[in-house]
Every structure is written in structure tokens, then in C-alpha cells.
């Protein structure tokens, strides 16, 4: 990881140069020759990192080694873009002083305000040139005392360290590269499969509502299976649906999705009784769209009503405590007609308490056949598992290697993902076997997806690692995810490739490795929408803690957080909070992203103080929410605001002063001033928008979503027909 921070300081310093070279004067120097001393070490930083993971005493040394390197990394970027800020601040205060005397010396003004800007820069200048001076000697310090302490790493010796290496990254031909995950990750559960459909279609037999639980251990394919056989059994039941639960579950959040999924089955049927009519009716809002949020009681009440009479399905993926079925069951009525409930579950108590008439169904692990087959298909990929395609050495390799994973599915496919960046030779796919560390009984599937983080090129570690900033099951746009990567600095820049290009080629390396799970794709084969698993999950959030990549806030900290200097801030509070503003208080002033799911506070929201934010990310479920400070972040390149009605923002807020805003995501009602930011056009990604003023500079412009079918035709006669660069756009219908 510290290959990657380090890399992204020094493109960033090497920006700085570019932009300001007139006027940095001699720090221009210092700044150069900071860049060059991170330049050399991170020539050993491909050494270090493989050596810090061994348990001996040099890797705690090197470990600590790159922790302090690290730290400088950060140091440097923030005296960068303070600087920034300073410089900022400097220009609103000439700003101002204008206005109010531009009536009484205009002249003389416009004569001193051609020099404002070397005026101005000179404070921040001597301080950002103090800073990277004592950087300097501090990096100095570091690389002597590599030696010191007996640290051997070897150069990198092959002259691409410098950049990043990633011109084999190349996006597949899609539609026949990629299978369905149930093509070539499902081994061995036929029989699973056509038990347990057996079970949920028994209505004659077991006409009650029945509750079937597959258990099993985490990396078994439970959720997997389970989807199968959702798939099909699906089309017997009126109403059905699959939810994941995961620990941080909210019972109000599953009992609101099952009655709007249940409204949409309703208001599809033109026979339905007029008990259910009258549910309709109290439970939509006025424009007849979306069902209110309620409390847990009148939830229950009208969940029961709606789906009375009805035969359903109810999948609960990933379901962790016992309280969840003691919740929900008072809302899912047993019209003794075969409606069904499945869950998965790691514990047996969940499946023991929620039917005690039904045996919990326990998946057995692949046998060796299976194994060997499983970890081959996603090694070879598209290629036909055989010994005219295979070499007979390396399916006798890859039988002892799958051995190794125990018979637990998600090790073989992650596992296999390694295999697939390799070459199809006996002597790379032994080193696997060889590097592997499988002495630690009882943890070889934790070992294979350590492992394949640390497979991973220096360029996707911090890509896969931002994944825990999401919470567990969350399903992730593709689309957002990447807009979020290009804001973060993860995607360079390369020759003859959008960053849009470069971010999509990185997700589709991670599928390639199996370290996200692909859950719906566009129509030319595209990722859409996916998701990661518990395990993996569990990693990224360990990775991220180790190197303080991100803080991830699920509850309140009990006392004081002893870390406010975190990159980088992800609340993931569950429902029993009614206020969350107390988690502002550990966001430190130096966060560079925040993302916020499920906000709730009671008073407006102020983010100024986190001056130095590229990423702001917040999901509530709230009206009239004022956003103070938001015009102060200068630094900002990613903006989602979603799920908010009547989002406010202050009299005085200024879009034009957000000159390094690149992605937009959400619903304003205030939007004059918008069009003014010249940097948005590059990625911008708007709901509910208007046609833009006629002078409008949006040449650049690639991405327009959600605009109303109403401001179509001011957009047509104003603008679409200069947006020379726009490669996706969408329309929003108004249909009544």
C-alpha cells in the first residue's frame, strides 16, 4: 500500500510544479527535490512490502520503516493542499475588498489587483517551503535509517517502478470473455439445489409457513445456492424477494423494502380485494408513489395485511442473530398455503429458533473431484477443462493445490483468480504453492484471500482496499465506484485512455482475481452493479485499519477516538441511533473523504471544517437538511447527496467557487450558479436538471444523466448541440 500513496505524492507534487512554476519561486526547488528523494525510495518499496509480512523481526522493522514513510507521504500532501486553501482564502479576501471599493477607486484597484496573485501567494509560499524542507530532512532520516537497523531491500531493477505498470490492462472482449458467475463458480451443489427446492415447494405436504435454513461456514457458497434456487422457484409464488441482512441489519429498513415490493405486486392486479385497496390507500404517500416510513409496529401491521391471502417467498441472506426472525415473523402471516421463508446463516441457533419443525440444511464442502474441477474453471477461465487443454503437470499441481482450500468454494475461486494472472506453466503456478503459507492450521481460506491481496499490483491494493468503506452487502454501482477512484487519485492518467477507461480495466481485474462478485451487468457486458463477500469484506477492513486508509465508524467509539487524523471516514451507523451528529466530532480536519450512510441528525450539517475533502458521500432519509460550509471545499471532486428531500443549501452558497468538482450526484433545488463550474463537465452525473444558461462553457462535457424530459428542449436549443465530447447521456420520462 505505501507503493501506492507514495506513488500518487509524487504525481501530485509533480502537478504542483506544473501549475504553479511561475510563481513558486525557490520553492520550486524544494519541491523537486522532495519529489526526487520519494522517487528513489519507492524504488525499494516493491522489496519492502514483500518482506513485511513474514513475522520476524525484520518485517516489524520493515513494517514500521514504511508506516513512517508513509506518515511523510501524507505530511507532504497535506502541505500541499493547505497551501491550496490558504491561497484560497487570500483570493476571496481581495475578492471582497474589491467589491466594496470598486465603486470609489475602481481604477486604482484594477491597477493593484494585477498583482494580487504573487502578493498574496508570498505567506503561503514561506510556509509550504518551511514544510517541505523539514519533509526533506525527515525523508533523509528515513532512508538512512534503512541501514541503520539492518533493513536489506533490493532496488527494483527493472526501470518501470517510476510508473505505474498497467499497460497489460486491457478491457476484454466482454461478451465473450466474461460467463455467468453460475457457469464457472458453481461446482457440487446440483443436488443441494434440487433438495431444497424440493423443500420450499412442498406446499401439500407442508402447507404451513415454513422456515428452511442453509448453514454453513463463511466462504461455503450459501448465498450462492441460495440465489439458484431463488431463481427458480421464483415464478410459484405471487410475491417474492431476496434481501441481505449481514450484521448491521436495520428491521425497519427489510420491513419498508417487502411492503413497497408488495404495494408494486397490488397495484399490478386488478382483482384485488378491497381490504387491500384500503392498505393501498393509507400507506402511500399523496402522489401515490412511495410508502412513508413508519414505526415498527405500523409496519408490521400493514405488512401482514397486504400479504394475507398471498402464497410468498422470503429469502434473508446472511442473517447473523436470532432477534431477526423474532422480529420480522409477527409481520408474515401463515394462511397455511405454502408460503415459505429461507435464510442463511454461520450459526445454528439462527435456523433452531426461527422452525424447530425443520432441520437447518448444512451444504457439505466439495470433495477433491469437485475441488480440483472448481479451482481449474476459474483458472483457465473460458478454456475447456481437459488434459488436451491442461497440461497433465499442472492439473496434478492444481489437485494439491485445491486440497489446500478445504473443500470452501470462495478459496478455490479466489484462489484460481491468482492461477489466472499467471502463466500457464508448471514452474509460476509452484511458486503459488510454494509461497503459500499453510502451516497455520484451520486458516487456509484466510491465508488464500490474504494472499490474493498481496498478489495484487501496487495500483489495485488501494482500489480494492476503498472498498471498505462501503458496508457489508451493499450493492455498488460500478459506475459510482470509479467516478469515486478518479476523485481519490487511484487512476492515472494514460496515453490515449480516458481515467474512465483505466478505472473500468482495474474493476474488471478485480472480477478477473474474484475479489468482488459481479451482480448485474450492462448489455455489453459491462459491470453494472457488484458486490463483495463477507470474507473479502473482512479483509479490505482489515487491510484498511492496519495502514489507517480508512476509519470506518459502525458505532460511537467509547471515549475519545485516539486517531483524528484518518485519511479518510466511513459512518456506517445502524438504525438504534436516531442522531449521529456526535460523529462529527472524530472527523478530523485533514479526512480527504467522508462517506455517510443513513445520515440522521437533527441539526443542519456543517462541513467547511473538514476543508481538505476530494470525496463527500452521504445517503439519508430525511426533509429540509441545510448543507453549511459546502462552497469552502475547494478540493472537492466528488459530490452525492441522495435520498434527501428539500436539501438546502445557504443564501450566499456559491457553486462557482467548487472549481475542482468533477462528478455531481443528486437533486438541488437551487441550481443557479451550477453551470458556472468549468471543471464539472468532465464527469458530471446530475438528476433533475434544467437546460444550462446559453453561455455556458460545457465542451467538455461527457457524462449528463436524469435530465427531465421537461428541460429537454432548452437543453436542445441551447446546448446539446455543441457537446462534441459527451459519450453517455440520459433521459428521464415524466409519465402520468
Known sequence: MAEAIVSFVVRKLGDLIKKEAELLG????????????LMNIRCYLASADSKQRKGDVESALVENWLNQLRDVAYRIEDAIDIFYVELEGNHLQVENTHNRLK????????????????FMKVPGLHKLGTELADIQKELEDIFVSKDKYGITLLPDQSGKISEYVINEVVLPNRRAAYQDVDDIEIVGQDDDKDNIRKLLLSSEKIPRRAVITIVGPGGLGKTTLARRVYKSVKVDFEYHTMLSVSQQFSIIDILTKILREVLDVIKNLEDADPEKQKVLQLVTNFDGNEPKKQDMGVLISRVKKLLSGMRYLI???????????????????DDKNGSRVMMTSRNLDVANSADSRMEPYMPNLLNDEESCDLLLRKALQNQE??????????????????KKCEGLPLALIVLGGILSTRRQTYRDWNKVLDTMDWHQEGKDCMNVLAMSYEDMPYYLKPCFTYLSSFPEDYEISARVLMYMWIAEGFIPEQEKKTMEETAEAFLEQLYQRSMVQVSRRYSNGSIKYFRVHDLLHDLAMHEARKVNFVTIFQKLPQGSHPDRVTRRVSIQADQSL???????????????????????????????????????????????????????????????IRNFRGLKLPSDFRWDRLQNLETLIGAWEEQKGLWSIRTLPHTCVCFDLDGPPVNADLRNLQTLRSISSSGLKAWHKNQLPLLNNLRKFGLKLHTR
Open 26 to 37: 525557490g520553492v520550486k526547488s524544494q519541491v523537486s527535490r522532495v519529489q526526487t528523494e
Open 103 to 118: 465603486y470609489c477607486c475602481y481604477y486604482l484597484f484594477g491597477k493593484v489587483k494585477n498583482l494580487r496573485c504573487k
Open 315 to 333: 429469502i434473508l441472506d446472511d442473517v447473523w442473530v436470532v432477534e431477526l426472525w423474532d422480529q420480522l415473523k409477527y409481520a408474515l402471516p
Open 385 to 402: 477443462v481437459n488434459e488436451v487443454e491442461c497440461p497433465s503437470d499442472l492439473i496434478e499441481l492444481a489437485k494439491e493445490l485445491s
Open 578 to 640: 436516531d442522531d449521529c451528529s456526535e460523529f462529527i466530532m472524530y472527523i478530523g480536519s485533514n479526512t480527504r473523504s467522508l462517506l455517510w450512510f443513513d445520515l440522521r441528525l437533527r441539526d443542519p450539517i456543517h462541513v467547511i471544517d473538514f476543508r481538505l475533502l476530494r470525496v463527500l458521500k452521504i445517503e439519508g432519509d430525511a426533509d429540509g437538511y441545510e448543507l453549511r460550509g459546502l462552497d469552502g471545499l475547494i478540493h472537492l471532486k466528488y459530490l452525492e
